[in-house]
Every structure is written in C-alpha cells, then in structure tokens.
C-alpha cells in the first residue's frame, strides 16, 4: 500500500499564504484516497472515490473525464504533470476549504473542477507526522538526484569523448579531402601539358601550318625518290634474255629453240584452233569399237573419263622448243607401215 504524502497548495484569498494537506490512500483504486488539509488553525478533510471523480468537475467544463483523472492524479498523487493546470485554496473559516483547478491557456483561466472540504473540528492534525514525512520524501529525492546527477554526468563524458573523435575524424576527412585534391590538380595539370604537347606536335605535322615543316617534308620526299631506282622494263628483260642466248638467229639455225620467258608468252597472242575438216580424223573407230563403246541396258555407265588437254596450237612466228624439234626428229627416222623400201625395190 502506498505512503501518505504531503501537498502545498497556495491560496487565492491571501497573498503569500498556502494551506498543507496530507494525501492517504484508502483503497484499491489510485483515487480512492482520504484528503485532510489546514490553513494552520482548521483541520479539513474530504473523501474520495474513484468511480465518483466526475462529481468533481464542473458541467461546462472543457475537458474529458480521462483529462479530468488524469488532473486529479497529477495534482493529489504527483502523477504526470499535465501542462498548464493550476490549484487554488480560497478559505472560509471554519467551515469549508474550497480548491479550484483551473487550466491556463493564453492568458485566459478555465475551470475545471472543484474540490470542497469540510470543516472538522475532532479531526487531529499530526502536524509533527507531516513534518517527518516531508523529510523522509526530500531524502529519497536527494538520493534520486544524486544518482541522476551522476548519471548525467557520465553520459556528459562520453558525449564530450564522443565529440573529441568526431572533430578528430573531421579533421583526418579534411586533411584526406585536401591532399585528394591536390593530387588530382597536380595530374590535371599533367595531363594538360601532354595534351598541349601533341596539340603542337599535330600542328607541325599538318601541311600548310608552318613553312619549316613543308621545307622538312619536301627534301625528305625528294631524298627517298633520289634513292629509289627504276626497275626494269619487260622489253629490256627480252632483250637481256636474248643477248644472254646469243640471238634468236643462231638458235634456229643451229636447230635448238629459244627459251621463251614469262614476258615473252603473256605478249603473245593465243591462235585460234585451226579447224580440221577430214573425215577420216573425226572418225578413226571401227565397228567392233562402236559396238565396244555403246553400253548394255544391264551394265551400269562408266563415269566419264578426264580428257587429257590439249596443247595450244602455236603461233606460225613462234619459234619450237627443244622437245618439239625431238618429236620431230623421231617421227622423221620411223617410216610408215607398208611404204616401200630399199630392200623391195632390189627385190623386184
């Protein structure tokens, strides 16, 4: 259960002046309490109960009931405090202690409630009692601050720590941010003086930018022409080729061919194919190889063979090689078959 507690409250009749009063709790309820006050000549006393509270407040009072309890418990059982309430005693004497709560708003008092207690004369007042409680509640006070205090000033102390690191990584964040930025002109600047450099390189390589530079690339063309030498034309080849092989004459007459060079055959001129009309060389097969030839409905066909190619007739200028004056030769040594001969002749 909880301890009584003592209440100061001024009074509006009388500057200056309060009336105490002592607070006891008498039931389950936090408002059910027996309130017994005294201007310090008249005991007074009041009961109350929680679930008649509302009696209390007056009818064209502005607040709700959960404001009005919540009032209550702040004024008689220093609950919560609620902003901008006030408590007046105005006193009748000896016979009635009237306390008004009233709500301050701009100026302007509004009345909440009322409180009246009545005068009891056989009521003691233990004055000595209430006295002793008051210091026993500044006590306990003093210790609350004193832990308080305490407490706030460790949290104090770590929050100056705090503070100290914070300004201390400022700083190292400027300091990095300053050297950060000095390395990045420094590069900038870097990178401008190469990119003027190859600005002025390709302005003296452009024609026409700089007579220098147009007097420099002229004598280096005419150098490179003056040491380049002309290569040999195909007419000059031939007739290298022809002195080397003694002249086209000798080699006719003696019955050798002139070796015909790679320039020689592209100036050339590729003949025509002379057109052959006898019929005995269209056709030289005889009747057993026609008949050889046509294939049975049975057999299967014979791929075609490949033809072999066919010299390019040559030109009526053109000089024989060594390899046709051969063939020649051969064909000229062998008599036909069935021609007469020396020996024939001597016989008949």
């Not at 418990?73 to 004497?93: C, N, Q, T, W, Y």
């Not at 026609?290 to 014979?302: K, L, M, R, V």
Request: hydrophobic residues 30%; proline residues 7%; glycine residues 6%.
């Amino acid at each position: 259960m909880a301890t009584p507690h003592i209440i100061r409250i001024p009074r509006t009749d009388q500057e200056g002046a309060y009336v105490l009063g002592q607070v006891t709790p008498s039931g389950s309820k936090p408002l059910n309490v027996k309130f017994v006050a005294t201007d310090g000549y008249a005991p007074f006393i009041i009961k109350l109960r929680h679930d008649r509270i509302g009696e209390y407040r007056v009818s064209n009072s502005p607040c709700s009931p959960e404001e009005w309890e919540a009032i209550l418990k702040s004024f008689l059982l220093r609950g919560d405090p609620v902003e901008g309430i006030e408590a007046g005693a105005e006193v009748k004497s000896e016979v009635s202690l009237t306390i008004t709560v009233r709500r301050r708003v701009q100026g302007i008092n509004q009345r909440l409630g009322t409180l009246a207690l009545k005068y009891k004369e056989d009521e003691e007042v233990q004055l000595f009692d209430w006295c002793g409680a008051v210091a026993l509640e500044r006590e306990k006070f003093q210790e609350t601050v004193a832990t308080e205090t305490a407490k706030v000033t460790d949290l104090e102390a770590r929050i100056t720590e705090l503070r100290n690191q914070l300004d201390e990584l400022t700083q190292a964040k400027k300091d990095r941010e300053s050297e950060i930025l000095e390395k990045f002109c420094d590069i900038l600047n870097e990178k401008k003086v190469k990119i003027r450099e190859q600005q002025r390189l390709l302005a003296a390589a452009r024609p026409g930018s700089s007579g220098h530079a147009i007097s420099a690339r002229v004598a280096q063309v005419a150098s490179s022409q003056a040491d380049r030498k002309p290569a040999p034309s195909r007419r000059a080849k031939r007739k290298a080729l022809e002195d080397a092989s003694g002249g086209g004459s000798s080699d006719s007459d003696d019955g050798f061919a002139r070796p015909v060079s790679d320039a020689d055959r592209m100036d050339i001129d590729t003949p025509e194919p002379a057109k052959v009309s006898a019929e005995g060389e269209d056709r030289q097969t005889t009747d057993d190889d026609a008949t050889g030839s046509e294939p049975d409905g049975d057999e299967p066909i014979p791929p075609p063979r490949a033809q072999p190619r066919k010299p390019a007739p040559k030109k009526d200028g053109a000089l024989p090689t060594r390899h046709d004056l051969r063939n020649m030769t051969k064909k000229e040594a062998t008599p036909p078959p069935g021609s007469e001969t020396d020996s024939g002749d001597d016989e008949l």
